[in-house]
């Protein structure tokens, strides 16, 4: 079987770039596509409230996203950075979540929960903010009833930690040989040529995308990918810290 794509869009909040969220939307929906949408429980990031405000029901266009059986997942809870734990991943410096004492992870979660249960939506899947989450984190998803982690270097949908791990570790949609791979795309950062990118991407490619059932539905507990996906992780992150030393390398020059 050749290589089976997924969408992720991060940062879903009252404040974003609407304008181009409908503009994406409108070419998923084209090639009836069902993204993993990453919706903050309570943005307080104060970033992404520089973005005006949806005009309207936020919640109610979160809940008619789901009802297209878009796949809603909570994107952690006030998307605020608490310390600079990489985590699991060792992506991304930057967490919410990574370090912090096992019942304060608990409750952001929860908290983060309860919002979106109150607004009528419920989430098995998480999206953690900047990549980064540890084992305690991990721990208190299981507790939630969280099924689901929208990341991973596996080459395949992984079992580990008693959840599923949906690969995730390219924003630039292209062909891949094998395996299963999310796309993450952030909406609010996103160029005009890099929209026209994943609009091309998706028209040529649509019928080899999944949803986010039938990625889960492939996840294995083999030991081959889960191998797999530990070199890719340590290659990915090698490449970052060279291509972060040329780049201060360069500015210094
Ligand atoms: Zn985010």
């Known amino acids: ?16 770039d609407w304008p181009r ?10 090639f009836s596509l069902r993204p993993l949408l ?9 970033q992404l409230r520089e973005f005006p405000k949806f005009v309207g029901d936020f919640w109610e266009k979160v809940r008619s996203l789901q009802a297209r059986g878009w796949e809603i997942c909570q994107h952690g809870f006030q998307h605020v950075y608490a310390t600079h734990d990489c985590g699991l991943m060792g992506v991304n410096g930057l967490s919410e979540f990574a370090g912090l004492p096992f019942e304060v992870q608990l409750d ?3 908290c983060g929960q309860r919002i979106l249960r109150e ?9 953690a903010p900047s990549h980064s989450f540890d084992r305690l984190t991990l721990r ?54 890099q929209i026209r990118h994943v609009e091309q991407f998706v028209a040529d490619h649509h019928r080899e995308f999944l949803t986010c059932d039938e990625a889960r539905s492939l996840a294995t507990p083999q030991t081959l990918n889960r191998v797999a996906g530990q070199i890719i992780g340590s290659t990915l992150r090698r490449l970052k810290t060279i291509r972060r030393s040329l780049r201060r390398r360069r500015n210094s020059a």
């Open 140 to 193: 208190a998803l299981r507790e939630l009833g969280f099924t689901t982690v929208t990341d991973g270097f596996a080459p395949w949908p992984s079992i580990e930690h008693g959840l599923i791990f949906l690969p995730q570790w390219l924003a630039n949609p292209r062909v891949l040989p094998l395996g299963v791979q999310t796309f993450c795309l952030h909406v609010n950062e996103m160029t005009e040529g």
């Open 108 to 110: 952001k979660l929860m």
């Open 38 to 46: 990453g919706v903050i429980p309570d943005n307080q990031d104060p």
């Open 21 to 30: 969220f409908e503009r994406l939307s409108q070419v998923f929906d084209k």
């Open 1 to 16: 079987m050749s290589a089976r794509y997924l969408i992720r869009l991060d940062d879903i909040a009252p404040h974003m």
């Open 119 to 127: 607004h009528g939506l419920n989430c098995e899947t998480f999206m």
